[in-house]
T-cell receptor
Framework: SQQGEEDPQALSIQEGENATMNCSYK?????LQWYRQNSGRGLVHLILIRSNEREKHSGRLRVTLDTSKKSSSLLITASRAADTASYFCATDADTGGFKTIFGAGTRLFVKA | GAGVSQSPRYKVAKRGQDVALRCDPISGHVSLFWYQQALGQGPEFLTYFQNEAQLDKSGLPSDRFFAERPEGSVSTLKIQRTQQEDSAVYLC???????????FGPGTRLLVL
C-alpha cells in the first residue's frame, strides 16, 4: 500500500490564485520530495526537503515539513495555466531500506 | 548530459507473451529504481539497484517480474507470461545515490490484450 496520502485529490483554481496541496505519511522518513506529472508524461522533480528541515523555497514553490504531524504541504503562488498537472509527494522511509513511496497525487487544474 | 531514457515507449502484448523493458539511466548515477504506475494512481515501487546489486525487490508483484542491471548501467525489467493486470506505465528513475533526487524517464506504456 502507498504510504503518502495527498489532499485534496483534485483542486481547481483561477490563474493567479495560490494552490496548496497537503501530504501525510505514516513512518519516520529521511526526506520527502514533491514531483509534478503532466498528462502522459514522466515525473519532474520539484523540491526535496530533508527530515531536519522545516521549510524550503524554489521560485513560486514553498514546501513545509512537520515531522511531528508526519505531514508536508506544497504551496504554488500566483498559479499559471501551465501549472495544471498532477502533484505527488514521495517519501524515503527511515527503515534502512530503499523503497520510495508515492501518494495517489493531487490533480491541479488552473483555469486561464 | 542526457536524461533517463526508456524503450520502447509503447508496447502492446498478447496475454501470455514475455516483454522486456529497457532503461538507460543518467551516466554516473549509482541508484536505479523501477516503478509501476496504474492510470490515475501514483507510482508504485517495484525494485531498486545500487550499481549492479539489486538491494530491494520487495515491490515486484509476482515471480513473473524480473529485473537486472548486470553492468551497473542499463537495466531491463522483464515480465513473463503477461497478464491483463500488468497493463500500466513502467517508470524508471536514477539518482546519484540513495536518498538523493530521482530523475525519471518518460516511461513505457504497456498494454496487455
Amino acid at each position: 500500500s502507498q504510504q503518502g496520502e495527498e489532499d485534496p485529490q483534485a483542486l481547481s483554481i483561477q490563474e493567479g490564485e495560490n494552490a496548496t496541496m497537503n501530504c501525510s505519511y505514516k513512518t519516520s522518513i529521511n526526506n520527502l520530495q514533491w514531483y509534478r506529472q503532466n498528462s502522459g508524461r514522466g515525473l519532474v522533480h520539484l523540491i526535496l526537503i530533508r527530515s531536519n528541515e522545516r521549510e524550503k523555497h524554489s521560485g513560486r514553490l514553498r514546501v513545509t515539513l512537520d515531522t511531528s504531524k508526519k505531514s508536508s504541504s506544497l504551496l504554488i503562488t500566483a498559479s499559471r495555466a501551465a501549472d495544471t498537472a498532477s502533484y505527488f509527494c514521495a517519501t524515503d522511509a527511515d527503515t534502512g531500506g530503499f523503497k520510495t513511496i508515492f501518494g495517489a497525487g493531487t490533480r491541479l487544474f488552473v483555469k486561464a | 548530459g542526457a536524461g533517463v531514457s526508456q524503450s520502447p515507449r509503447y508496447k502492446v502484448a498478447k496475454r501470455g507473451q514475455d516483454v522486456a523493458l529497457r532503461c538507460d539511466p543518467i551516466s554516473g548515477h549509482v541508484s536505479l529504481f523501477w516503478y509501476q504506475q496504474a492510470l490515475g494512481q501514483g507510482p508504485e515501487f517495484l525494485t531498486y539497484f545500487q550499481n549492479e546489486a539489486q538491494l530491494d525487490k520487495s515491490g515486484l508483484p509476482s515471480d513473473r517480474f524480473f529485473a537486472e542491471r548486470p553492468e551497473g548501467s542499463v537495466s531491463t525489467l522483464k515480465i513473463q507470461r503477461t497478464q491483463q493486470e500488468d497493463s500500466a506505465v513502467y517508470l524508471c528513475a536514477s539518482s546519484l545515490g540513495g536518498g538523493e533526487t530521482q530523475y525519471f524517464g518518460p516511461g513505457t506504456r504497456l498494454l496487455v490484450l
